[in-house]
């Protein structure tokens, strides 16, 4: 089990998202978490720049990177179950950090100390604010694009995500969707 842990961590790309809708467009955890990393980073950058803050991009990215890492082991709870309830809500956070737990016991002890904090997401509040605003946008992003195939079976998931995202206020998510939101609409034509 020791020296698993990477190994755990590559299958995240056969873990399927959106388990509950038909897709055009399949995503699995590996390419979710690639974005999400992309998404935090950027979300630094132009809170950093633009709105005064002073965020670690090399903890925002690892943060990102481990966002979903216990997904290797429960797979991926849709949210409408996650949330249905309180007590279900309750008992997977219980069985996420018992994965999480798991995880970090498949690293070398001497590794532990410097990796868990981002598999557990035990991080600064800046930070876990930034990864879940990434987190979000990331869903929306794929409503977006699934829409965009003609797929209505995103119509409400598309809603209710931009509801979230913009929830937060933030004003780095805002800035995000105002100048670099409209290019994931664009075809690679249009992009050059």
Not at 2 to 8: H, P
Not at 86 to 103: F, M
Not at 164 to 188: K, R
């Amino acid at each position: 089990m020791k020296k698993s842990f990477y190994a755990y961590l590559s299958r995240m790309r056969h873990i399927k998202r959106w388990g509950l809708m038909r897709n055009n467009i399949e995503e699995n955890v590996a390419e979710h978490t690639f974005s999400v990393a992309l998404i935090a980073h950027a979300l630094c950058i132009i809170r950093n720049t633009y709105f005064g803050g002073n965020i670690g991009e090399k903890e925002v990215l690892a943060a990102a990177l481990y966002h979903e890492a216990g997904e290797v082991i429960t797979g991926d709870l849709p949210t409408p179950i996650k949330y249905f309830d309180g007590n279900i809500t309750q008992s997977y956070k219980k069985i996420e950090r018992h994965a999480e737990d798991t995880l970090v016991s498949m690293l070398p002890e001497e590794m532990q100390p410097s990796i868990a904090p981002y598999v557990r997401q035990e991080v600064n509040a800046d930070v876990k604010i930034l990864v879940k605003a990434a987190d979000r946008l990331s869903a929306y992003i794929k409503c977006l694009e699934e829409l965009r195939t003609g797929n209505r079976e995103f119509e409400k998931a598309c809603t209710r995500t931009k509801e979230a995202v913009e929830g937060m206020d933030l004003p780095e998510v805002e800035y995000f969707m105002e100048h670099f939101l409209p290019g994931y609409s664009l075809t690679l034509d249009e992009l050059n």
